[in-house]
């Protein structure tokens, strides 16, 4: 089975652009959480999606935004790219939220803000 | 070797040796807890989870302690092989904060 698949895995803009990030999540999974993992740290929450519905926001300004789609895939979008965007973004799924159960990551994204 | 992930974020040990990780954590009413590895290049991994209503759960290689009195959250794991050099990243039930892991390095 296919596990949780990002796109694209590695990306390079420049301060101002926006960018689109791409997640499909393993089959039957109805959860997509993001995450931003700076090197070093650990993944801090961005968003996470049931059912199409937002279920949970972090500490993010409003130029994240993120949407999911009826077959469950999702994108991650960012506004007015700063340096300080450059990360990994990591997309998470599982079967009915992230909460008390495992979660399965891809791979993740890496964006740098030139 | 012995880490609390947030104050001690690397930790050495021989191949061969047990590995002890551990993770405090703040909200008391948590019902479940997680712990993740992260290779180098790689989304986190999931390991083992445990719920607030045991103390202990075993897996292959790795047990996962818990205690609720101070809020503290272990990972054990057995003849620590290379493979297990990683990033260890412990998490409570919604999971929307990680941490900033421990770094695990295995010497062969």
């Known amino acids: 089975d296919a596990g949780v698949t990002q796109s694209p895995t590695h990306l390079i803009k420049t301060r101002g652009q926006h960018v689109t990030l791409r997640c499909s999540p393993i089959s039957g999974h109805k959860s997509v959480s993001w995450y931003q993992q700076v090197l070093g740290q650990g993944p801090q929450f961005i968003f996470q999606?049931?059912?199409?519905?937002?279920?949970g926001r972090g500490n993010f300004p409003d130029r994240f935004s993120a949407r999911q789609f009826p077959n469950y895939s999702s994108e991650l979008n960012v506004n007015a790219l700063l340096l300080g965007d450059s990360a990994l973004y990591l997309c998470a799924s599982s079967l009915q939220g992230a909460r008390n159960q495992p979660q399965h990551f891809g791979d993740g994204t890496r964006l740098s803000i030139l | 070797g012995e880490s609390v992930g947030l104050h001690l974020p690397t930790l050495s040990v021989q191949e061969g040796d047990n590995s002890i990780i551990n993770c405090a954590y703040s909200n008391s009413a948590s019902d479940y807890f997680i712990w993740y590895k992260q290779e180098s290049g790689k989304g986190p991994q999931f390991i083992i989870d445990i719920r607030s209503n045991m103390d202990k759960r075993q897996g292959q290689r790795v047990t996962v302690l818990l205690n609720k009195t101070v809020k503290h959250l272990s990972l054990q794991i057995a003849a620590t092989q290379p493979g297990d050099s990683a990033v260890y990243f412990c998490?409570?039930?919604?999971?929307?904060?990680f941490g900033t892991g421990t770094s695990l390095t295995v010497i062969p």
């Open positions: 999606y049931y059912e199409k519905e937002e279920r």
């Open positions: 998490a409570e039930e919604n999971q929307f904060y």
